[in-house]
Structure formats: structure tokens, C-alpha cells
């Protein structure tokens, strides 16, 4: 099953605007990342904030998390035609060797130039 | 410094057949996990790979197998393909154990089953 659930499923947006992004989970986490997928190829890491942080900037990205409402957005500013993907949310589960990532369905992203 | 690379790019197989899917990690990694991404869906996690051994597991049939080699390479087997195998999949390189925040993964190899 899936741990974390993005909403929207799509979104469309002219180049310049800003784009957000929100992820939702249902357990407690030590971080959440968010990747990036170009046309059905691999995952870009994009970003990781960690359960003490309730903010972080990366670029035009800005990730924002609320541990008490199990919730993380995603915002790409000015946003670009190149910026065109799917988005995911990922939380890791920790296991006995090392973490697994538990992703959303994720966010279809369509910049329109 | 070379990233995750798999291969082959794409592959086209038959229900029952068996099938090879091969993952070179990112240099300093020797963690190596597998993910099946069906169409528009998230990956969802296979097995991972540390030290040759299999060590965890998910929700996935015995049909799917993997190695993991000395020099920290994988492969991903799956024997008798059903259609519901077609699916993107993807390789992912870590540090090893708790240190392993992110992981990084390579271009994904597509299986298409007829």
C-alpha cells in the first residue's frame, strides 16, 4: 500500500506561475523526500526535510511539512516548460538493513509555454 | 562520477517467459534496491540488496528473484511473466544501512509483456 498520496493528481500551468504541490501520509515519518520524473524514466531526488524542519529552499523549490497534519507541499516558483514531470512524495520505512521508500501516485505536472 | 545505470533501456517478452534485468550502482554505493512502477502509479518496492544477501523484502511473488555480485552490482529476475509484469523497473543505489537517506536511481529499464 501506499503510504503517501499527492493532490493534485494533475495539474496545468502556464510558464512563469507557481506551482503547488501537496503530499499526504499516514504514519510518522524521519523525513520525506520528493523525486522527480521525466516521461516515465527514473526519479531525480529533488529534496529531503526531516521531521525537526518545518521548512526548506532549494532553487525555486520550496518544501514545506506539518508532522501534526501528516502533510507536505511542494512549490516550484516561476515555473518553467523544462519543469514538465510527475512529481512523488516518498517517506522512508526504516528496516532491519537500511530504509525502503514508500511513494505516492504522484503529481502530473504540465507547463505550458 | 558515474550515476546508476541499468540495462537493457526497454525489453518486449512473452507471458511465461523469464526475464533478466541488470543494475550497476552509483560509485560508493553498495546498497541496491528494486522497484516496479506500473503505469501511473509510484514505484513500489521489490527487495534490496546489501553485502550479496537479500535483505528485505516486499509484497512481491517468489516469481521475482535477484543477485547481488561482489562488485556490488544486481540483477532482477522474474520468471513466468504474467501481462500484469509490464511495468517500469527501476534500480536504486544507497550508503549502506540507517545511514541511507536518499537513494539514488538509475533510467529504469521498460518490460512490456505480450
Known amino acids: 500500500s501506499q503510504q503517501g498520496e499527492e493532490d493534485p493528481q494533475a495539474l496545468s500551468i502556464q510558464e512563469g506561475e507557481n506551482a503547488t504541490m501537496n503530499c499526504s501520509y499516514k504514519t510518522s515519518i524521519n523525513n520525506l523526500q520528493w523525486y522527480r520524473q521525466n516521461s516515465g524514466r527514473g526519479l531525480v531526488h529533488l529534496i529531503l526535510?526531516?521531521?525537526?524542519?518545518r521548512e526548506k529552499h532549494s532553487g525555486r523549490l520550496r518544501v514545506t511539512l506539518d508532522t501534526s497534519k501528516k502533510s507536505s507541499s511542494l512549490l516550484i516558483t516561476a515555473s518553467r516548460a523544462a519543469d514538465t514531470a510527475s512529481y512523488f512524495c516518498?517517506?522512508?520505512?526504516?528496516?532491519?538493513?537500511?530504509?525502503?521508500?514508500?511513494f505516492g501516485a504522484g503529481t502530473i505536472l504540465r507547463v505550458k509555454s | 562520477d558515474a550515476g546508476v545505470t541499468q540495462s537493457p533501456t526497454h525489453l518486449i517478452k512473452t507471458r511465461g517467459q523469464q526475464v533478466t534485468l541488470r543494475c550497476s550502482p552509483k560509485?560508493?554505493?553498495?546498497?541496491v534496491s528494486w522497484y516496479q512502477q506500473a503505469l501511473g502509479q509510484g514505484p513500489q518496492f521489490i527487495f534490496q540488496?546489501?553485502?550479496?544477501?537479500?535483505?528485505q523484502r516486499g509484497n512481491f511473488p517468489d516469481r521475482f528473484s535477484g543477485h547481488q555480485f561482489p562488485n556490488y552490482s544486481s540483477e532482477l529476475n522474474v520468471n513466468a511473466l504474467l501481462l500484469g509484469d509490464s511495468a517500469l523497473y527501476l534500480c536504486?543505489?544507497?550508503?549502506?544501512?540507517?545511514?541511507?537517506?536518499?537513494?539514488?536511481f538509475g533510467p529504469g529499464t521498460r518490460l512490456t509483456v505480450l
Open positions: 526535510i526531516r521531521s525537526n524542519e
Open positions: 516518498a517517506t522512508p520505512v526504516t528496516m532491519e538493513y537500511g530504509n525502503k521508500l514508500v
Open positions: 536504486a543505489s544507497s550508503l549502506p544501512g540507517l545511514l541511507a537517506d536518499t537513494q539514488y
Open positions: 560509485s560508493g554505493h553498495d546498497t
Open positions: 540488496y546489501y553485502e550479496e544477501e537479500e535483505r
